[in-house]
């Protein structure tokens, strides 16, 4: 079993739509939590942390849920130049503070 | 603040030959790592440096793959011998300190015919 697990892709949705990505994760050590973006040929760059109570940055909410081990993304009001890769990524203290990241999922925003 | 320097950007290379990638962190940043992200995979952990000591090396293929962080700054990965397996992206990032305030290189695009 992977250590974070994402939602196949592609998504592909229309401007202005509201979409969401999953992601779970298998350490319960976990205790940060993040989610990436990584644009195509680039490397990846942080998004947002991803807090227990839950936090918002402009159209982007992010969820944490320790018990069930879940992680979610939601984009509102989708825009064309959300379209990149949203990687789920975790860490855990007894690992060095290493980043452990998913899969990633890719999202195409079309017209 | 200058980011983190990664060279060559692309090296194309035949099976069995060698080939090693350049990683310079930024300044003042005690830990490093290296990461290789196969296309359409997140980026997997290959090393981590803590100055220029090892902190994790569990996933790197030591056989083929070795790395070093002289003096705590500057790193180098190497492959010898590369196989097909091995194109990937390899991507250098650093952070002061734990898991807060990473920042990765732009890569090396790694392709071996």
């Known amino acids: 079993r992977k250590e974070v697990e994402q939602d196949p892709g592609p998504f592909n949705v229309p401007e202005g739509a509201t979409v969401a990505f999953n992601c779970t994760y298998s350490n319960s050590a976990s205790q940060s939590f993040f989610w990436y973006r990584q644009d195509c040929r680039k490397e990846p760059k942080l998004l947002m942390s991803?807090?227990?109570s839950g936090n918002e940055d402009g159209r982007f909410t992010a969820q944490l849920n320790r018990a069930s081990q879940y992680i979610s993304l939601l984009i509102r009001d989708s825009k064309l130049s959300d379209s990149a890769t949203y990687l789920c990524v975790v860490s855990a203290y007894n690992q060095g503070g290493k980043l452990i990241f998913g899969q990633g999922t890719e999202l195409s925003v079309k017209p | 603040e200058a980011g983190v320097a990664q060279s060559p950007r692309y090296k194309i290379i035949e099976k069995r030959q060698s080939v090693a990638f350049w990683c310079n962190p930024i300044?003042?940043?005690?830990?490093l790592y290296w990461y290789q992200q196969i296309l359409g995979q997140g980026p997997k952990l290959l090393i981590q440096?803590?100055?220029?000591?090892?902190?994790?090396d569990s996933q790197l293929p030591k056989d083929r793959f070795s790395a070093e962080r002289l003096k705590g700054v500057d790193s180098t990965l190497k492959i010898q011998p590369a196989k097909l397996e091995d194109s990937a992206v390899y991507l250098c990032?650093?952070?002061?300190?734990?898991?807060?305030?990473?920042?990765f290189g732009s890569g090396t695009r790694l392709t071996v015919v």
């Open positions: 990032a650093s952070s002061p300190q734990g898991n807060y305030g990473y920042t």
């Open positions: 440096f803590q100055n220029n000591g090892v902190v994790d």
């Open positions: 991803v807090y227990s």
């Open positions: 300044s003042g940043h005690a830990t």
